[in-house]
């Protein structure tokens, strides 16, 4: 078989041969003839995956809404999980501060089967107090918000203000005016500084939180 003459290369030469693993490869460039290739305008391609990394990144949202629904859930939405949360945040503060009290009020009884019935029953007793007031209120104030938000037809810190001071005025009606005007200021005090809390984020001048 005749051979090709070999010899090395000039610099500006390229090769139009060579076979590849699934054909002829195209054209193949020197090293130097690259050099001097500029890189502006150029897309920067990934040799992996052949993809343009510019269409990767999203600076828009990426869930399609439907025609007049709001990017955040309202107040019925989270009202389920407000008053569960409120419960299981209740019955787990109850259940430790029932052991603890148990502990306290059982500290002069030998360790035996009295003392830790006594014990649990105080943990029971603490945690399912617990639970039933935090859900109370959490019930009251979801109630009274959503009932203002459709009222209104605005949801803003108005109505979380409201809320919550309709909320202790009412849990502590049964104790009398004096009772339900103290339960109105610190329902009213809680619920400003939550509604300055979901505004700090807008109030350094990035995007707002909600609720």
């Known amino acids: 078989m005749d051979k090709e003459p070999s010899g090395p290369s000039s610099p500006g030469s390229r ?15 020197s090293k130097t003839e690259l050099a001097g290739v500029p890189l502006t305008g150029m897309s920067p391609l990934s040799p992996y995956l052949n993809v343009d990394p510019r269409y990767l990144i999203q600076n828009t949202d990426e869930f399609i809404l439907p025609t007049g629904a709001n990017k955040t859930r309202g107040r019925f939405e989270l009202a389920f999980f407000t008053i569960g949360g409120c419960c299981i945040t209740g019955a787990v503060f109850g259940a430790v501060n029932g052991l603890r009290m148990g502990l306290s009020e059982t500290r002069n009884m030998a360790w035996s089967k009295p003392r830790n019935v006594q014990i649990l029953n105080m943990v029971t007793r603490q945690g399912a107090t617990w639970a039933n007031t935090l859900g109370s209120l959490a019930l009251l104030y979801s109630a009274f918000g959503v ?30 005016l004096r009772g339900a005007v103290r339960g109105g200021l610190v329902g009213l005090t809680l619920s400003g500084l939550y509604a300055f809390y979901n505004n700090w984020d807008h109030l350094k001048g990035s995007s707002p939180t909600r609720y």
């Open 147 to 176: 009932i203002i938000e459709k009222a209104r037809g605005a949801e803003d810190d108005l109505n979380t203000i409201a809320a919550g001071t309709l909320t202790g005025v009412l849990y502590k009606s049964p104790g009398g």
């Open 15 to 29: 090769s139009a041969g060579g076979f590849g693993v699934f054909g002829s490869a195209g054209p193949q460039y």
